[in-house]
């Protein structure tokens, strides 16, 4: 009897010390719930007012804040980290990151081989269409349209739909830089003659006087909308879509648009 006893003790014992090693190896190795570690989230910071450094290294803009968001409501954490703008298709292709935020553009081409969100950016509200700018020193009179930029030299950065665009552009000499800074200063400098670019983020860049010199032709010519990118099957689509729509219908993207763009946000389709 006493034995019986003794024994259903260590029984019990034992198998509250089993409990005890898993729950500790679960919250050590929290591997099994995906949003238990924060999502790595890619960005190029030299997209004003999408994604930027502040003087002191912070990294703000449109973008960033509704990331943050999107990361608040869904109930995950997030580590942003810088990444060249060119490289970001090949990242999430190789799922070194979880996901890339950084005014890309949704295209049938990306969309080939990695996955994007619902858009939540609709590109040039301002002109009432979206796409690309050409944006020329402000004393070339010579560049008025479309057709001015035939076998003109123009600078683009590499990897994004506006060096797309101006492959379209017949007998055009294509400079390639990897990010906004670098080809306006071409352009001012006088190595070029325009430059290819998202509109918005050079209306603004001209607005806030930091593109002294340049100005914007009309004429824009696409429209866009911008994904948050993801590799394909990415576990955290569903969170990251519906965290979108949270804050389309609460009111906060609204809030986020307004702060950067002092402007009431137009209409998302919804995929
Ligand atoms: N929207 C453009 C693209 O996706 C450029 C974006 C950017 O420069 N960050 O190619």
Known sequence: MVKLINFKWQQLILSLGCLLLII??????PTTNPDAKPLKVATDPTFVPFEFQTADGKLEGFDIDLMNAIAKVAGFAI?????????????LQAKRVDGAISGITITAERLKTIAFSRPYFKAGLAMSTTGYAYAVRED?????????LK???????????????????SNAKISTFNSGPE???DLLNGNVDAVVS??????YAIKNGKLKGIRVVADLLTQEYYGIAMPKDSPHLDAINKGIATLLSNGTYK?????????????????
Do not use: H, R
């Not at 076998?151 to 552009?169: E, H, L, N, R, Y």
């Not at 998202?198 to 209306?203: G, H, I, K, S, Y």
């Open 140 to 148: 070339n009179q010579n560049i008025k349209d479309f057709n001015s």
């Open 24 to 29: 500790g190896c679960q919250s050590l190795y």
């Open 198 to 203: 998202d509109a918005f983020a050079t209306l």
């Open 255 to 271: 809030q986020i648009y307004q702060k950067w763009f002092d402007a009431e946000p137009p209409q998302l389709p919804d995929s």
């Open 151 to 169: 076998g003109k030299k123009i600078a683009v950065q590499i990897g994004s739909t506006g060096a797309d665009f101006a492959k379209t552009i």
């Open 183 to 185: 080809f306006f200063q």
């Open 79 to 91: 580590q942003f980290e810088s990444l060249p703008f060119d490289g970001m298709i090949s990242t």
